[in-house]
């Protein structure tokens, strides 16, 4: 049952008011057809849309089943004209867009009816207007009596206990008048119907109630009801859209504007273009400087010196330019070099902890021991000093030289005399591995030389000179004048003499030497670096086994100059004090200590260096700072530069391309809020229906999702297809094929990042939509 108590309602233009409703009481039966009469203004519509809570009253009450409307919430009255009331309008609000059946499914959708029983109750609801065999039409197919059997249809789909109807009749001709008044009359059998017409005639003949109005209140009902009290029965059902029915709704309404959608999506676009080709091109440069890394660097060593670098210790230096003000004094302070220097303690157990690493990860291990080898040769019959360097023999810069080499620990070890041996032969030689064999064959023995060339076969004219091959720049040398070549390592005591004063100084070569020498090395091939993107591991010259460094230290660890520089701390060559460290450098250059003044490990490939740089970080667990080895991973500090240097200019690049992606963002709201404009009725209908704030937003939130996917997607499409002339263009220029590729993983993300934004740019609108007045809504055109 429906009372109206006291009602009143006042509409104010400016100074103006306007009573529309004046104090109006009234009682309607369950069943019934009520017609309400009067002239243009007296209030009519606006009794109307008060009973169906599309306006609101000032004052007084409507009781709804014995249920007081007064606090009723915004979600209240949405849930109440979703599931008590069905309208009927003179123009019949039907959505063009969409078909007769989801038309009348529309109600059902927002009081979350399942798909198989919504789309069977509008079947029956259009069997009972008479309109079974036009449920698969449009609207802009049916005639204007069609078009209004369909309102009531969809009016009736959710069953209401009472169905409004606004001039009904108005825009149909009496034939059609006649048929529709016919068809609400035995709605009204079932159900309240309440009915506001100009034409007393056709209210006289089908409703059974007739209430005429004028100036906002009731001045006469022919069938006047006086309810007894109800208890409150009245239940508000909630209403609510789901998202799938929100995307639906709008997927077909921009399929009805598909040149305007398509123009919308493409002009979106064009910033996920811009950025999609970025970073296709930084994609592919990437992998190109990844693999040609990796050629040159995949084995490229950890290397593990007596000194290293913290490079923690450096980036928490304040480096500002920044001038302090000045107190009149300064501060001293250490070299920022000196500072980060690190000591590493290498002992035998660590030794001992790097043999045991897997040789899965890393087979091939170089231990620099530092000891000098006190090599002599023959030329033209006569016995000289060798030397390995590629310095001129004798020189400053030479003696310079042997000095670094006999102090191994500040060396970096940026290429190595000396090659490693396999842990696992079964797994390959790190020589043939990495080293194209030109001459000769393969080292087998300790005493075993390789003369290293570059890639174009060259090598430094000293290191020539110094092994006594008369040679002039530039010439033709021929590898049989290497092959075989012999020289001799001497023993300590015969190396060295020792004077009254005790000190030890070199003595001249002499066949005496050459005689008594144990040791016999002969250079057995010449090798080069495979291709020319391999670094060279090795330097150029000569290289030998460490395991000939081994040998020498077992010949000359008992020697005399060993055990005297044992007992001294003074260098028993130069006289010189010496702290542990340089003496320790000292006994390592003479063959007194074994422990290697550096390690270098060989990672197997890229994939393996994190777990080799792993295994030597679980050494440093749980260790003081200044027990810990430091190690130096050149390969992943060159990889990082050029990585870092790429990702910064791609950077810039996305910055400036993601300006167009914030254009767009705009641009999709201006486009959201026209569509806002253009479906103004349509948001009336929806309200009408029971549709909450939420739901409507939802509906445009839903059609800047769908645009949002489509401008990705299309984006990705349109980049993807540029990349073929862009490749093509690259490879005319650079040689390099294929280098624009886009990762599926940044086109994914591309498409998320257009729908966001495309979302967050629609959104605005679509809060505007939902804020708008459903009876001011239905009015529009």
Request: proline residues 3%; glycine residues 6%; hydrophobic residues 40%.
């Amino acid at each position: 049952m429906l009372q109206l108590k006291n009602l009143r309602k006042s509409y104010h233009v400016g100074d103006t008011t306007t009573k529309a409703l004046d104090d109006v009481s009234i009682s309607f039966r369950n069943q019934e057809f009520v017609a309400i009469l009067g002239p243009s203004g007296s209030g009519k519509t606006t009794m109307l849309n008060v009973i169906g809570g599309l306006d609101r009253y000032d004052s007084g009450d409507l009781i709804i089943n014995g249920k007081s409307t007064k606090n009723f919430k915004e979600t209240d009255w949405d849930a109440y004209r979703n599931n008590s009331v069905g309208f009927v309008f003179q123009n019949y609000n039907l959505i063009s867009h969409l078909s007769i059946i989801a038309n009348v499914e529309l109600g059902m959708n927002l009081s979350g009816v399942p798909a198989s029983e919504r789309h069977q109750r509008a079947v029956d609801a259009l069997t009972q207007v008479g309109l079974k065999d036009h449920i698969s039409k449009n609207p802009n197919q049916l005639s204007g009596g069609q078009m209004q059997r369909v309102a009531i249809a969809r009016a009736l789909a959710n069953d209401p206990d009472i169905l409004l109807c606004d001039e009904p009749t108005g825009a149909l001709d009496t034939e059609t008048s006649e048929q529709i008044m016919k068809l609400i009359q035995n709605l009204s059998k079932d159900r309240l119907v309440v009915m506001v017409t100009h034409n007393p005639e056709l209210a006289k003949e089908y409703a059974t109630r007739i209430v005429n109005f004028q100036d906002g209140k009731i001045l006469d009902d022919s069938n006047p009801f006086t309810p007894k009290d109800e208890k409150d029965t009245f239940n508000l059902k909630r209403t609510k859209m789901s998202y799938w029915n929100a995307i639906k709704l709008s997927f077909t309404n921009i399929m009805t504007k598909k040149g305007r959608t398509t123009l919308t999506a493409f002009a979106s676009s064009i910033g996920i273009i811009s950025i999609a080709i970025v970073l296709s091109l930084s994609n592919g440069f990437q992998k190109q400087i990844d693999t040609t890394m990796s050629k040159a660097l995949a084995k490229y060593p950890v290397t593990i010196s007596q000194t290293a670098t913290d490079v923690n210790s450096i980036s928490d230096r304040d480096d500002s330019e920044k001038n302090v003000k000045n107190r009149g004094y300064l501060t001293a302070k250490k070299d920022k070099l000196q500072q980060s220097a690190h000591k590493n303690k290498i002992t035998q157990k660590y030794v001992d902890y790097v043999k045991k690493i897997n040789p899965e990860y890393a087979n091939n291990i170089s231990y620099q021991v530092g000891v000098n080898l006190n090599l002599i040769g023959k030329e033209n019959g006569k016995v000289k000093p060798v030397q390995f360097s590629p310095l001129p023999a004798g020189t400053a810069a030479s003696q310079a030289y042997e000095q670094m080499q006999s102090q191994a620990a500040s060396m970096s070890f940026m290429g190595s005399t000396v090659f490693p041996t396999s842990l696992d032969k079964k797994k390959g030689n790190f020589l043939k591995d990495n080293y194209q064999l030109l001459s000769g064959a393969w080292p087998s023995k300790p005493t075993d030389l390789v003369m290293v060339v570059d890639n174009k076969n060259s090598l430094n004219i000293n290191i020539l000179k110094n092994l006594g091959i008369k040679v002039k720049a530039d010439e033709k040398l021929n590898f049989n004048k290497l092959i075989g070549k012999e020289f001799k390592v001497v023993d300590n005591n015969d190396y060295y003499q020792e004077l009254p004063t005790g000190m030890f100084v070199p003595q001249k070569p002499d066949q005496a030497m050459y005689k008594n020498s144990k040791i016999k090395l002969r250079i057995v091939s010449v090798i080069r670096p495979k291709n020319k993107d391999s670094m060279a591991l090795l330097s150029s010259g000569i290289a030998y086994s460490d395991r000939l460094a081994v040998k020498v230290i077992k010949q000359n660890q008992n020697s005399a100059i060993v055990k005297a520089q044992k007992k001294s701390d003074r260098n028993v060559m130069t006289g010189q004090n010496m702290n542990g460290n340089a003496k320790k450098l000292m006994m390592q250059s003479i063959g007194g200590s074994s422990l290697p003044a550096g390690i270098m490990i060989y990672p197997n490939d890229f994939d393996s260096k994190d777990k080799v740089l792993d295994y030597l970080d679980q050494w440093n667990k749980g260790k003081k700072k200044q027990d810990k080895i430091i190690y130096t991973d050149m390969s992943s500090a060159v990889t990082s530069m050029t990585g870092g240097l790429l990702s910064g200019i791609t950077a810039v690049l996305i910055a400036f391309a993601a300006i167009s992606l914030v254009t767009s963002m705009i641009m999709i709201g201006i486009l959201t809020y026209t569509s806002v404009l253009e479906r103004t009725k349509e948001i009336g209908i929806l309200k009408a229906l029971g549709a909450r704030k939420k739901d409507i937003t939802r509906v445009f939130d839903a059609e800047t999702f769908i645009l949002g996917i489509f401008s990705g997607v299309l984006g990705v499409v349109i980049a993807q297809l540029l990349i073929f002339p862009i490749n093509s263009i690259l490879y005319t220029m650079t040689d390099l094929a294929n280098v624009a590729q886009l990762n599926p993983v940044h086109a994914l993300i591309l498409i998320v990042i257009s729908t966001i934004l495309t979302m967050l740019g629609g959104h605005l609108p679509a809060r505007m939509a939902a804020k708008k007045d459903a009876a001011i809504a239905l009015r529009s055109e």
